[in-house]
């Protein structure tokens, strides 16, 4: 029974992480001003009939904190990697000198700044609502070990470990969120 209980810690735990990871990766997608190369993940382009990551055809790096540059290993892939940019609808222009494609971030607006603050916070309800149904499943599974046999002091011992965990998890939430507005509130 305690190895049992033991597994649904470790796995609630895990959840948790996942959805820590999941919100760095989408608070680092959003647009805060600065050029970052995680703006262009999820884009993939048509190289010799296979869609691949853009970054796995090209080297892309920040120069400066207002310039992505994308050099393609290959220059024949300039315009296939440029109408890619495009087709994503990001909000960022490509420039091909014929060598690189320069995409140059712009300054946010006041306003832009606001409605990011937003979507930051709404990405920071939603890991903690991912959170809270961690913690339900875990208390769930628990319970169903209660009717199966679990002694009760291990059952509350279980859940407030659990309970613990959420704290410590959603206060991890609340020091991301509020990096991740100072940074795109920084002009």
Same mark, same amino acid.
């Given at each position: 029974?305690?190895?049992?209980?033991?597994?649904?810690? @470790?796995?609630? *735990?895990?959840?948790?992480?996942? &959805?820590?990871?999941?919100l @760095?990766?989408?608070?680092?997608?959003? *647009?805060? +001003?600065?050029?970052? /190369?995680?703006l262009?993940?999820?884009? $993939?382009?048509?190289?010799? +009939?296979?869609?691949?990551?853009?970054?796995?055809?090209?080297?892309?790096?920040?120069?400066?904190? *207002? $310039?992505?540059?994308?050099? /393609?290993?290959?220059?024949?892939?300039? #315009?296939?990697?440029?109408?890619?940019?495009?087709?994503?609808?990001? +909000? =960022? &222009?490509?420039? #091909? #000198?014929?060598?690189?494609?320069?995409?140059?971030?712009? /300054?946010? &607006?006041?306003?832009? *700044?606001?409605?990011?603050?937003?979507?930051?916070?709404?990405?920071?309800?939603t890991?903690?609502?991912? =959170?809270? #149904?961690a913690?339900?499943?875990?208390?769930?599974e628990?319970?169903q =070990?209660?009717?199966?046999? =679990?002694?009760?002091?291990?059952?509350?011992?279980?859940? @407030?470990?659990?309970q613990?965990?959420?704290?410590?998890? $959603?206060?991890?939430?609340?020091?991301i969120?509020?990096?991740?507005?100072?940074?795109?509130?920084?002009?």
């Amino acid at each position: 029974m305690e190895e049992e209980v033991d597994l649904i810690l @470790e796995e609630a *735990r895990d959840r948790m992480e996942k &959805t820590i990871e999941h919100l @760095e990766y989408e608070l680092a997608r959003l *647009r805060a +001003g600065r050029a970052n /190369p995680v703006l262009l993940d999820g884009i $993939t382009v048509d190289y010799y +009939g296979v869609n691949s990551p853009l970054s796995q055809v090209s080297n892309i790096h920040t120069p400066d904190p *207002r $310039t992505i540059v994308i050099q /393609p290993w290959e220059k024949s892939m300039l #315009n296939v990697i440029e109408k890619a940019i495009l087709a994503a609808n990001i +909000g =960022l &222009t490509p420039i #091909n #000198n014929g060598e690189i494609i320069r995409i140059n971030i712009p /300054p946010l &607006t006041q306003e832009r *700044r606001l409605q990011l603050v937003k979507q930051v916070k709404n990405e920071a309800e939603t890991a903690k609502i991912s =959170l809270r #149904n961690a913690r339900k499943w875990a208390l769930d599974e628990l319970k169903q =070990l209660l009717k199966n046999g =679990l002694p009760e002091d291990m059952e509350k011992d279980a859940a @407030e470990k659990v309970q613990e965990m959420i704290q410590n998890f $959603t206060g991890k939430v609340e020091k991301i969120m509020a990096a991740k507005e100072k940074e795109v509130m920084t002009v």
